[in-house]
Structure formats: C-alpha cells, structure tokens
C-alpha cells in the first residue's frame, strides 16, 4: 500500500498510540518530544519554490 503525503506512515500512528496509552501527567512530555522531532524533520528537508513565494 502506498502511502499519500497527507496520510501519516503506520509508525506515527503507533507512537500516538503509545502516548495516548499513557498517563495524562506524562503525554504532554512525550508530544512535545514529538513535535520537536517531526519540526527537525520538517526544517531538513528540502525545499522547493512554492507557488505564489518570492
């Protein structure tokens, strides 16, 4: 199955999972760790010219 830009790869799916599985005094850690990750991810990649940006 071929994933689409919009729809997050099984792996992102399982790790919400595992976070919401957890106590609540711990999930707000552990989704800022996410965002932190999926931020670095997004700053590496590589960018093209956007419509409509100059």
Same mark, same amino acid.
């Given at each position: 199955? %071929?994933?689409?830009?919009? %729809? &997050? @790869? *099984?792996? !992102?799916?399982? +790790? /919400?999972?595992?976070?919401? $599985? #957890? &106590? !609540? @005094?711990?999930?707000? =850690?552990?989704?800022?760790? !996410?965002? *932190?990750? /999926?931020?670095?991810? !997004? =700053?590496?990649?590589? +960018? $093209? *010219?956007?419509? $409509? #940006?100059?």
């Amino acid at each position: 199955m %071929e994933h689409t830009p919009d %729809e &997050p @790869s *099984d792996a !992102l799916w399982s +790790r /919400l999972r595992l976070i919401e $599985g #957890q &106590p !609540l @005094s711990s999930r707000a =850690e552990a989704y800022g760790a !996410l965002h *932190d990750e /999926l931020m670095k991810r !997004l =700053e590496s990649a590589p +960018r $093209g *010219d956007a419509p $409509g #940006q100059r």
